[in-house]
Nanobody, 115 residues
C-alpha cells in the first residue's frame, strides 16, 4: 500500500530554517500526483501551506509566500518544503498529501519554533 513518510521536523529558533521531506513508497507514477504540504496547529483546523502540480506549478498560502518553497524530485518520489525565516506561528504538525484519483496522507512531522 502507498505510504507517505515525512521527516525533517524539529525544534528551531525564531528566524531559523528547516527542510521537510516526504517520501512516497509503493506509489506508481509519483509524477502524476499533485503534492501538497498542510499543517495543523493545536486547536486549529488543518490548513494548506503549499502545493505543487504535476507540471511543477506551485501555490502558497499567504502565510508561506516569500518564506517557504515547495519542490519535488520525481526520480526520488520525494516532495520537499524548504522553510525559512520561521516564526512561532509556524509551529504545527506538517503533513504531506498526494492527490490523483485517490488521496494519501502522511503521518505528520512536528515543527516547533521557539521565540
Amino acid at each position: 500500500q502507498v505510504q507517505l513518510v515525512e521527516s525533517g521536523g524539529g525544534l528551531v529558533q525564531l528566524g531559523g530554517s528547516l527542510r521537510l521531506s516526504c517520501v512516497a513508497s509503493n506509489m506508481q507514477a509519483f509524477s502524476l500526483y499533485a503534492m501538497a504540504w498542510y499543517r495543523q496547529a493545536p486547536g486549529k483546523q488543518r490548513e494548506l501551506v503549499a502545493q505543487i502540480t504535476t507540471p511543477g506549478n506551485t501555490n502558497y498560502a499567504d502565510s508561506a509566500k516569500g518564506r517557504f518553497t515547495i519542490s519535488r524530485d520525481n526520480a526520488k518520489n520525494t516532495v520537499y518544503l524548504q522553510m525559512n525565516i520561521l516564526k512561532p506561528e509556524d509551529t504545527a504538525v506538517y503533513y504531506c498529501r498526494a492527490n490523483n484519483l485517490l488521496t494519501y496522507w502522511g503521518q505528520g512531522t512536528q515543527v516547533t519554533v521557539s521565540s
